[in-house]
C-alpha cells in the first residue's frame, strides 16, 4: 500500500475508535490538507480494495476486518503505560489475577476473561462491554451473548496454541467473527491465560501497552 493511503487508513481507523462513527471525507479533508474530492477518490480505492466500507447509505465509511488488520499488521503504534499504570497493574497481578482482570475491565471499558485451565475460566466486564456504542444494536447484543454461552468451547479451541501476546478477529477469532479478543499468556508455564474481549472496534494501541506492561 502506498505511504498516502496507509496514512488514510490509520487515520480513518483511529478516528473510528474514537469516536464509533463512519468517518467522512469532509472530516479528513482539514487533516490532510487536501479537498474533499482527493479524500472521497483515495477512500474510494481503500474501499474497492476491502479496507474500509459504507455501514449504510450516505455514512462515511469505517474499516473491514481487512482494514483492522492491515493496521494492526502495519500501522500499530502501541502506547507505554505510565509508572503509575505499571505499578497498578503489577500490584494486582501479584494479589490475584481476578483482581488484574477487574482492573484492566476498568481501564478498556471492555470484558475480560482469566482462563486457569480449558475448562476453568473466570468472566467479568459483561455490563462494561455491553456499555460500547456497538451494543445500542440489538443484533450485536445477541451476538455477544452467543460468544458468552460459548466461552468454554473458545477457550478450549486455543488454550494450548497461545505462547505470546496475539490479537485475534474476523475468523480468526474463535469467539466470534464480529467481535475481537487480545490474548496473551501470563504465567511461566503459559498455563494462565488473560484475554480481553470486545467489539473490532477497539483501542489497541492503548490495549496492547497494558498487556505489555503484565506480560515483561
Given at each position: 500500500?502506498?505511504?498516502?493511503s496507509?496514512?488514510?487508513l490509520?487515520?480513518?481507523?483511529?478516528?473510528?475508535?474514537?469516536?464509533?462513527?463512519?468517518i467522512?471525507s469532509?472530516?479528513?479533508?482539514?487533516?490532510?490538507?487536501?479537498s474533499?474530492?482527493?479524500?472521497?477518490?483515495?477512500?474510494?480505492?481503500?474501499?474497492?480494495?476491502?479496507?474500509?466500507?459504507?455501514?449504510?447509505?450516505?455514512?462515511?465509511?469505517i474499516?473491514?476486518?481487512?482494514?483492522?488488520?492491515?493496521?494492526?499488521?502495519?500501522?500499530l503504534?502501541?502506547?507505554?503505560?505510565?509508572?503509575?499504570?505499571?505499578e497498578?497493574l503489577?500490584?494486582a497481578?501479584?494479589?490475584?489475577?481476578?483482581?488484574?482482570?477487574?482492573?484492566?475491565v476498568?481501564?478498556?471499558?471492555?470484558?475480560s476473561?482469566?482462563?486457569?485451565?480449558?475448562?476453568d475460566?473466570?468472566?467479568?466486564?459483561?455490563?462494561?462491554l455491553?456499555?460500547?456504542?456497538?451494543?445500542?444494536?440489538?443484533?450485536m447484543?445477541?451476538?455477544?451473548?452467543?460468544?458468552?454461552?460459548?466461552?468454554e468451547?473458545a477457550?478450549?479451541?486455543?488454550?494450548?496454541?497461545?505462547?505470546?501476546?496475539?490479537?485475534?478477529?474476523?475468523?480468526?477469532?474463535?469467539?466470534?467473527?464480529?467481535?475481537?479478543v487480545?490474548?496473551?499468556?501470563?504465567?511461566?508455564?503459559?498455563?494462565?491465560?488473560?484475554?480481553?474481549?470486545?467489539?473490532?472496534?477497539?483501542?489497541?494501541?492503548?490495549?496492547?501497552?497494558?498487556?505489555?506492561a503484565?506480560?515483561?
Amino acid at each position: 500500500m502506498e505511504k498516502r493511503s496507509e496514512q488514510l487508513l490509520k487515520a480513518i481507523v483511529e478516528l473510528y475508535i474514537e469516536d464509533a462513527r463512519p468517518i467522512s471525507s469532509t472530516s479528513l479533508a482539514a487533516t490532510f490538507e487536501v479537498s474533499s474530492a482527493t479524500i472521497r477518490n483515495a477512500m474510494m480505492a481503500l474501499e474497492t480494495e476491502g479496507y474500509i466500507y459504507q455501514p449504510h447509505t450516505s455514512a462515511g465509511r469505517i474499516p473491514t476486518i481487512q482494514g483492522y488488520q492491515y493496521y494492526l499488521d502495519n500501522l500499530l503504534e502501541v502506547l507505554d503505560c505510565s509508572e503509575k499504570e505499571k505499578e497498578e497493574l503489577q500490584a494486582a497481578h501479584a494479589t490475584d489475577v481476578r483482581d488484574l482482570a477487574k482492573l484492566l475491565v476498568d481501564k478498556t471499558n471492555l470484558a475480560s476473561i482469566v482462563a486457569f485451565a480449558p475448562s476453568d475460566f473466570y468472566f467479568t466486564g459483561l455490563f462494561k462491554l455491553f456499555s460500547q456504542p456497538e451494543f445500542e444494536d440489538y443484533k450485536m447484543v445477541l451476538s455477544m451473548s452467543q460468544v458468552v454461552d460459548s466461552l468454554e468451547k473458545a477457550i478450549n479451541s486455543i488454550y494450548h496454541n497461545i505462547d505470546k501476546p496475539q490479537v485475534l478477529l474476523g475468523d480468526d477469532n474463535p469467539f466470534s467473527a464480529d467481535c475481537s479478543v487480545i490474548i496473551a499468556p501470563i504465567s511461566k508455564d503459559n498455563k494462565q491465560l488473560l484475554a480481553i474481549l470486545g467489539p473490532v472496534r477497539m483501542d489497541y494501541n492503548k490495549i496492547l501497552g497494558l498487556f505489555e506492561a503484565i506480560v515483561k
